[in-house]
């Protein structure tokens, strides 16, 4: 079935970089645009970052535009997003999803796959 799996969250100080990772399997992983969202505890979630299924396309919310870059490597049914200059307020459970089409919709509710999160905290 369906499934995507995040991993490399943890623990950063501020200032600090970090790479996620979405492994993806049992869908054809190149005709999905991939999106990243995440979640701080009482918040609702927010779109950070999508991908269209070529790569060639991206957005970014305004926060974190300039400091985190999403990727993907349709070979390897896997997409990144690497977040330099980390700050407190980034902390949240972090979370890929897949939109069957080019390009993401926006809204959560449009994703067809998610993950079960990767954590992010952000401290000193």
């Known amino acids: 079935q369906p499934q995507l799996v995040e991993s490399g969250g943890g623990l950063v100080q501020p200032g600090g970089s970090l790479r996620l990772s979405c492994a993806a399997s049992g869908f054809t992983f190149d005709q999905y645009a991939i999106g990243w969202f995440r979640q701080a505890p009482g918040g609702e979630r927010e779109g950070v970052s999508c991908?269209?299924?070529?790569?060639?396309?991206?957005n970014y919310e305004d926060s974190v535009r300039g400091r985190f870059t999403i990727s993907r490597d349709n070979a390897k049914n896997t997409a990144f997003l690497e977040m330099n200059s980390l700050k407190p307020e980034d902390t949240a459970v972090y979370y890929c999803?897949?939109?069957?089409?080019?390009?993401?919709?926006?809204?959560?509710?449009?994703?067809?796959?998610w993950g079960q999160g990767t954590q992010v905290t952000v401290s000193s």
């Open positions: 991908i269209s299924t070529s790569g060639t396309d991206a």
């Open positions: 999803a897949a939109d069957y089409r080019y390009y993401c919709a926006g809204l959560p509710s449009e994703f067809d796959y």
